[in-house]
C-alpha cells in the first residue's frame, strides 16, 4: 500500500487553478479509477498511462490504484494531467521518491512511448501556480519556452517520462535527451507588417484610422469595393503602440489557451490582428463552446483589433452580440457546468459596401429597399457605439499618382499616436484608464469638461435629436483625441465640430 501526491492545474477560461493529484494503491483487482470530476479526454488518461509507464521501462503496479483530482467540484479536461498522474503513481509504488513530486506541478500530455507532448494553456498555469505558492514546474519541452516567460518560475523541461525518472531519482539523464534547460523566448521572428504608405488617396479614410490609433476609438469604414477599406483595416495594427509587458503577457495567455500563438517564440508583443469570415458563428466570434470554454474572436482580439469585413453579412445574432464586449471589454460565458470571463478589449473596425451590389451611382442595380435593409443589418445599438464613421470614395488615377509624395508610412504615423497616447496618459494617470475611448462619459464631463463654446454643436445636435447621450460622449472622446494628436491642453471647437462629422460619417 502507497500513497504520494503532487499537483496540476485545471484551466476555466483563461484562469488556471491548482489541483491536488493523489494516488493511492490497495486492493486486489488491479486497475486505475480516477475520481474528481474528469471529463472523457481526461478519463481516457488511465491507458496512456499505463502504455507510457510500461514502455518507459518502469513497473506498472498489479494493485487497484485510486487516483483523486482535488478539488472535487472542479471541472478537470483535457490531456494535461498525464505526467501529474503518472509521476504520482511511480511516487505511490516507490519507483521515485515521494518527496521529490510533492511541492512539484507537472503540466503535460503523455503518448503511449512515454514521450512528453505540449498541451496549450501553459502560461496561465504557469502564472496561476505562482500566485498559490508553487515555483517548480515540470513541461514538455515544447511548452518551456513559454513557462519560462513568468519570472521566479522553476521550469524543468522533459522530453520524456524516461528523462523525468532519471532526473527524480537523481540518475544522470539519458544520453540523448538535452541537458540544458530551456531559455526564455521572448518574441517570435519579425513578419512583414503592412505599411500605411501603401495606401494611395483616401487622406479622410487615412486620418480616421490616425484618430482611432491614438483615442482606441471603433472605426467603420463605409465604400464601394477596391477604394482601399481592407487595406485601411490592416494597417491599423501597425500604427498601434507595442503592447507593454504585463499587456503582452494578458493577450499570450489568451492565445495559449486557443492554441494559437505563433512559432518561433512565444511572446506576443505587438498589438494582434484577427478578422474572421462572415460565416463565422457566434460561439466562434464571442466565444464557447459545448464540452470546453474557448476565447473566441474578440478575445484573440484583445489588446488589438478586430476586423469585420463585409459586416452585413455576419449574422444579426453575432453583430448584436458584440454590444456587451465592446462595453465591458469582457466576455462573459455561462454554461450549465461552468462560468467563465474572457478579455476582450478591443478596437473594433467595420466594412460595408453602400448596397448589395457594391456598386454607386448608374451602376448600382440594387433598389432603394435592397440598400436599406443591407445596411439595417447593422443595427442602431451596434453603430450608436462606433465612434468614426468614414465614407470612402473612388480614387481618379491622378490623385493616386500625385499622393505617391504625400502619403505617410506607418513609423511616422505611429510617432504621432505614441505621442498622443503619452499626452492622455499623463491627463488620465489619476484615474484606471489609459485611452481616451475608455474614460466613461459621466467622468469625461466631470473631470475632463472641455470649453463651453466647444460642446455646444453637440448640444445643438442633441437638441435635435441627430446624437443620443451616448453619441455626444463619444465625440467628446474623439475631440481629446484630436487635442491629444495637436499638442492642445483642451479641445476646441474646431475639434468638436470635426469630431461629430467623424461621428456622424459626414467629414470631408
Known amino acids: 500500500m502507497g500513497l504520494a501526491r503532487t499537483y496540476c492545474m485545471a484551466l476555466l477560461g483563461v484562469d488556471g487553478h491548482p489541483v491536488e493529484v493523489e494516488s493511492h494503491l490497495g486492493g486486489s483487482t488491479p486497475g486505475l479509477t480516477l475520481v474528481g470530476l474528469p471529463d472523457t479526454a481526461l478519463r481516457e488518461a488511465r491507458d496512456r498511462i499505463r502504455a507510457a509507464v510500461l514502455n518507459s521501462g518502469e513497473h506498472w503496479p498489479e494493485e487497484h490504484i485510486t487516483v483523486s483530482l482535488s478539488p472535487a467540484s472542479l471541472p478537470k479536461s483535457g490531456s494535461g494531467f498525464d505526467l501529474a498522474i503518472a509521476a504520482a503513481v511511480l511516487a505511490a509504488n516507490g519507483a521515485v521518491p515521494v518527496a521529490r513530486v510533492h511541492n512539484a506541478v507537472f503540466v503535460a500530455e503523455l503518448g503511449l512511448d512515454g514521450r512528453t507532448r505540449a498541451v496549450h494553456g501553459i502560461l496561465p498555469s504557469v502564472l496561476a501556480g505562482m500566485r498559490h505558492g508553487h515555483t517548480t514546474f515540470v513541461v514538455a519541452r515544447a511548452n518551456a519556452a513559454e513557462a519560462a516567460l513568468v519570472p521566479g518560475a522553476t521550469v524543468v523541461a522533459v522530453d520524456s517520462l524516461t528523462e523525468l525518472v532519471a532526473r527524480l531519482r537523481g540518475e544522470p539523464v539519458p544520453e540523448h535527451l538535452p541537458l540544458d534547460e530551456p531559455e526564455p523566448a521572448e518574441t517570435a521572428p519579425s513578419q512583414y507588417t503592412p505599411d500605411l504608405v501603401d495606401v494611395l488617396g483616401q487622406p479622410i479614410a487615412r486620418r480616421a484610422v490616425e484618430i482611432a490609433a491614438a483615442g482606441g476609438h471603433h472605426l467603420m469604414l463605409l465604400g464601394q469595393p477596391g477604394t482601399g477599406k481592407s487595406l485601411l483595416a490592416e494597417r491599423l495594427p501597425g500604427i498601434l503602440p507595442p503592447l507593454t509587458r504585463s499587456e503582452a503577457l494578458e493577450v499570450t495567455t489568451v492565445h495559449s489557451v486557443a492554441g494559437t500563438l505563433p512559432q518561433g517564440g512565444p511572446l506576443i508583443s505587438r498589438p494582434p490582428f484577427w478578422a474572421p469570415h462572415h460565416t463565422a458563428t457566434r460561439a466562434a466570434v464571442i466565444g464557447g463552446g459545448s464540452t ?217
Open 292 to 508: 470546453r470554454l474557448r476565447p473566441g474572436c474578440v478575445s484573440l482580439a484583445h489588446r488589438g483589433a478586430l476586423f469585420l469585413d463585409e459586416a452585413p453579412e455576419f449574422g444579426r445574432s453575432v453583430l448584436d452580440s458584440l454590444r456587451q464586449p465592446l462595453e465591458r471589454g469582457e466576455v462573459l460565458v455561462s454554461r450549465a457546468a461552468s462560468t467563465v470571463t474572457f478579455p476582450a478589449r478591443f478596437q473594433l473596425v467595420l466594412a460595408a459596401n453602400p448596397c448589395p451590389c457594391g456598386k454607386s451611382g448608374n451602376a448600382c442595380t440594387c433598389g432603394s429597399v435592397q440598400r436599406r435593409r443591407y445596411l439595417a443589418r447593422l443595427s442602431g445599438p451596434l453603430l450608436d457605439r462606433v465612434d468614426l464613421k468614414v465614407e470612402l470614395q473612388p480614387v481618379a488615377h491622378a490623385e493616386l499618382l500625385a499622393d505617391r509624395t504625400l502619403a505617410e508610412s506607418s513609423a511616422t504615423v505611429a510617432e504621432r499616436v505614441v505621442q498622443a497616447r503619452d499626452r492622455c496618459a499623463r491627463r488620465l494617470s489619476a484615474t484606471p484608464w489609459t485611452t481616451n475611448a475608455d474614460v466613461p462619459g459621466a467622468e469625461l464631463r466631470r473631470t475632463f469638461p472641455p470649453p463651453e463654446a466647444a460642446v455646444r454643436i453637440l448640444t445643438s445636435a442633441l437638441e435635435r435629436g441627430e446624437i443620443s447621450a451616448r453619441g455626444v460622449d463619444r465625440a467628446l472622446r474623439i475631440s481629446w483625441t484630436l487635442a491629444d494628436l495637436a499638442g492642445r491642453e483642451r479641445p476646441s471647437s474646431e475639434d468638436t465640430a470635426y469630431a461629430y462629422a467623424l461621428w456622424s460619417g459626414q467629414a470631408q
